[in-house]
Protein backbone atom coordinates (compact mmCIF):
# COMPACT_ATOMS: atom_id res chain seq x y z
CA UNK A 1 0.00 0.00 0.00
CA UNK A 2 2.83 2.57 0.92
CA UNK A 3 6.16 2.56 -0.11
CA UNK A 4 9.02 4.29 1.46
CA UNK A 5 12.48 4.56 -0.89
CA UNK A 6 15.81 5.90 0.81
CA UNK A 7 18.68 7.82 -0.63
CA UNK A 8 21.95 9.19 0.30
CA UNK A 9 24.23 7.15 2.28
CA UNK A 10 27.66 6.09 1.89
CA UNK A 11 31.20 6.13 3.44
CA UNK A 12 32.41 9.86 4.98
CA UNK A 13 35.20 10.63 7.07
CA UNK A 14 34.45 11.82 10.47
CA UNK A 15 33.47 15.43 10.45
CA UNK A 16 31.63 15.01 7.00
CA UNK A 17 28.33 15.47 5.93
CA UNK A 18 26.06 13.36 4.29
CA UNK A 19 21.75 13.87 3.33
CA UNK A 20 19.64 11.37 3.30
CA UNK A 21 15.82 11.27 1.70
CA UNK A 22 13.21 9.26 1.74
CA UNK A 23 10.20 9.76 -0.47
CA UNK A 24 6.84 8.05 0.61
CA UNK A 25 4.21 6.73 -2.45
CA UNK A 26 1.41 4.92 -2.64
CA UNK A 27 -2.51 4.91 -1.12
CA UNK A 28 -1.50 7.60 1.10
CA UNK A 29 -4.15 10.13 2.48
CA UNK A 30 -1.66 12.11 4.96
CA UNK A 31 1.54 11.54 6.17
CA UNK A 32 1.54 11.84 10.47
CA UNK A 33 5.11 11.31 11.20
CA UNK A 34 7.68 10.77 9.31
CA UNK A 35 11.73 10.45 9.75
CA UNK A 36 14.64 8.25 10.87
CA UNK A 37 15.71 5.32 13.22
CA UNK A 38 19.10 3.78 12.81
CA UNK A 39 20.58 0.30 13.56
CA UNK A 40 24.47 -0.52 14.34
CA UNK A 41 25.91 -3.96 14.55
CA UNK A 42 24.72 -5.79 17.44
CA UNK A 43 22.42 -3.24 18.64
CA UNK A 44 18.73 -2.31 18.69
CA UNK A 45 17.26 0.34 16.30
CA UNK A 46 16.86 3.70 17.67
CA UNK A 47 15.15 6.84 17.08
CA UNK A 48 17.47 9.37 15.50
CA UNK A 49 15.41 12.66 14.15
CA UNK A 50 11.40 12.64 13.37
CA UNK A 51 9.20 15.36 12.27
CA UNK A 52 5.34 15.74 12.46
CA UNK A 53 3.36 17.05 9.23
CA UNK A 54 2.83 20.33 11.44
CA UNK A 55 6.61 20.75 11.57
CA UNK A 56 7.35 19.36 15.39
CA UNK A 57 10.95 17.10 15.96
CA UNK A 58 12.12 14.91 18.09
CA UNK A 59 16.15 14.13 18.05
CA UNK A 60 17.74 11.58 19.89
CA UNK A 61 19.98 13.41 21.94
CA UNK A 62 23.73 12.17 20.55
CA UNK A 63 22.68 14.34 17.14
CA UNK A 64 21.17 17.22 18.35
CA UNK A 65 23.08 20.10 17.02
CA UNK A 66 24.51 18.16 14.65
CA UNK A 67 21.59 16.51 12.56
CA UNK A 68 18.16 18.34 10.91
CA UNK A 69 15.12 16.39 9.83
CA UNK A 70 12.66 18.05 7.69
CA UNK A 71 9.29 17.22 5.72
CA UNK A 72 8.27 18.50 2.58
CA UNK A 73 4.46 17.81 3.04
CA UNK A 74 3.46 18.23 -0.57
CA UNK A 75 5.96 16.06 -2.01
CA UNK A 76 5.61 13.08 0.77
CA UNK A 77 9.38 13.30 1.41
CA UNK A 78 11.55 13.32 4.72
CA UNK A 79 15.30 14.47 4.52
CA UNK A 80 17.99 14.06 7.19
CA UNK A 81 21.17 16.71 6.88
CA UNK A 82 23.60 15.04 8.89
CA UNK A 83 27.03 17.35 9.98
CA UNK A 84 29.88 16.79 12.19
CA UNK A 85 30.00 12.76 11.70
CA UNK A 86 31.53 10.57 13.87
CA UNK A 87 32.34 6.89 13.72
CA UNK A 88 29.40 6.22 16.58
CA UNK A 89 27.21 7.20 13.42
CA UNK A 90 28.05 4.40 12.11
CA UNK A 91 25.18 2.52 10.96
CA UNK A 92 22.30 1.56 8.75
CA UNK A 93 19.70 4.29 8.81
CA UNK A 94 16.00 3.31 8.28
CA UNK A 95 13.20 5.75 7.33
CA UNK A 96 9.53 5.75 9.30
CA UNK A 97 6.61 7.18 8.25
CA UNK A 98 3.30 6.64 9.92
CA UNK A 99 1.15 7.00 7.62
CA UNK A 100 -3.37 7.23 7.07
CA UNK A 101 -3.95 5.04 4.29
CA UNK A 102 -6.78 6.80 2.02
CA UNK A 103 -8.91 3.93 1.20
CA UNK A 104 -9.25 2.45 4.75
CA UNK A 105 -8.35 5.44 6.80
CA UNK A 106 -6.04 3.36 8.87
CA UNK A 107 -3.07 4.64 10.57
CA UNK A 108 0.25 2.54 10.50
CA UNK A 109 3.92 2.43 10.01
CA UNK A 110 5.96 1.71 7.66
CA UNK A 111 9.43 1.14 6.99
CA UNK A 112 12.11 1.67 4.26
CA UNK A 113 14.97 -1.12 3.36
CA UNK A 114 17.97 0.84 5.13
CA UNK A 115 20.37 2.75 4.00
CA UNK A 116 24.21 2.23 5.51
CA UNK A 117 26.26 4.98 6.49
CA UNK A 118 29.86 4.25 7.36
CA UNK A 119 32.04 7.02 9.12
CA UNK A 120 35.71 6.40 9.24
CA UNK A 121 38.11 8.01 11.85
Known amino acids: QVQLVESGGGLVQAGGSLRLSCAAS????????MGWYRQAPGKQRDLVAV???????TYADSVKGRFAVAMENAKNTVTLQMNTLEPEDTAVYYC???????????????WGQGTQVTVSS
Open 51 to 57: VTNDGST
Open 96 to 110: NAVVTIRRTRIRRPY
Open 26 to 33: GDILRINV
